[in-house]
């Protein structure tokens, strides 16, 4: 039998697919599927989904596997599983990139993956053979579900991040908790671009948050482990639907959810992910970005604070960029732009990911 060795990011890709993280899928998507996602964020069937997962191969690679109805998938030498490929197709990159990113600008992270890949795309099933690299705080989609049903929680909120969490997340959370039975903190700690927080610092981070501050009973804390597309609004729409499948029935949006750079308008991950929030079959808890305000000493929004306008030298945006400056020049942040104690739990690992 033939055999396909994947990559990191392959594996963690068939990975989510058998555990139903991407479902209705349960293989890489073949060519109808491919360009139906693509061009309207919907499999052939109707379902809401906006981005692409899919295993790309080079032509030779390509051509040997339709010789084969089942091959083997190996990481690192191991073998970890089947696949059954049922069609290879060729893509335009740079169609893809203007139609998931808005842009085909090489200097988008998401663009350049893109212009990374082999040049052959596969679709078909995978099925994985027991073998697991598991992070351990990564859970799958039944075991938050059974977790949720332990507590009796009705409803459950998703909040996914990249970040280490500061005090305008820790305020995102926390309204999200007065409306729902439970939380699920779930950061994204896949390929990253440089300059994003590892994946330690994160972990590290929510361990003191979760574990010094929110109930016990209200918060399930796990990793995802997937890439970071850096797709804006239809990131958006694919992190919820992520989140309904392990069972949340809210997912959290923010301000430029998914973004990076100025490449997509402030609240337009919201408008997209609402849009499509009851095909999804979830609801969108659209809240606004938060800040600090001196005049009203608190973390508020445009929606609970009027000196935005009036005063807004009293107002200080909480900027991930900043804070991430100087936690790596070694200055700890204000007190009310990160919990010191959050800060003491960051020291000894690598904040960011270096080139």
Known sequence: MTSIALDRDQLLEAENLVDGVFAPLDGFMNEAEFHSVVDTMRLPGGEVFPLPIVLDLSPNQATNLAKHSTVSLTFEGQVVGEFEPTDSYRYDKIDLSRKVFGTDDV??????QVLKMQDVLVGGRVMLRGWRRRHPN??????????????CWRTMAGFQTRN????????????ALEHVDGLLIH???????VGDYTPEAIVAGYHALCNGYYPADRVIFGVLLTAMRYAGPREAVFHALIRRNFGCTHFVV????????NYYEKYAAQ????????????EIMALAGPYYCFRCAA???????????????AVLQISGTEIRALLEAGEPPPEYMM?????????????VIRP
Not at 107 to 112: E, R, S
Not at 254 to 261: K, L
Not at 301 to 313: N, Q, V, Y
């Open 107 to 112: 200097a988008h992270p998401g663009v350049a």
């Open 254 to 261: 923010g301000r430029d959810h998914a973004g990076v750079g």
């Open 138 to 151: 990564a859970l799958t989609p039944r075991e938050v579900r059974a977790l949720a049903a332990e507590r």
């Open 339 to 351: 919990r010191p104690d959050i800060v003491a739990a960051l020291k000894g690992f690598d904040l």
């Open 271 to 282: 408008i997209l992910a609402c849009s499509m929030s009851e095909s999804l079959g979830i």
């Open 187 to 193: 950061p994204l700690i896949g390929r990253k671009k």
């Open 299 to 313: 973390i508020v929004t445009e929606k609970t604070c009027r000196h935005l306008g009036s005063d807004p030298a």
């Open 164 to 175: 280490v969490p500061h005090r305008a997340h820790e305020y995102l959370q926390r309204a």
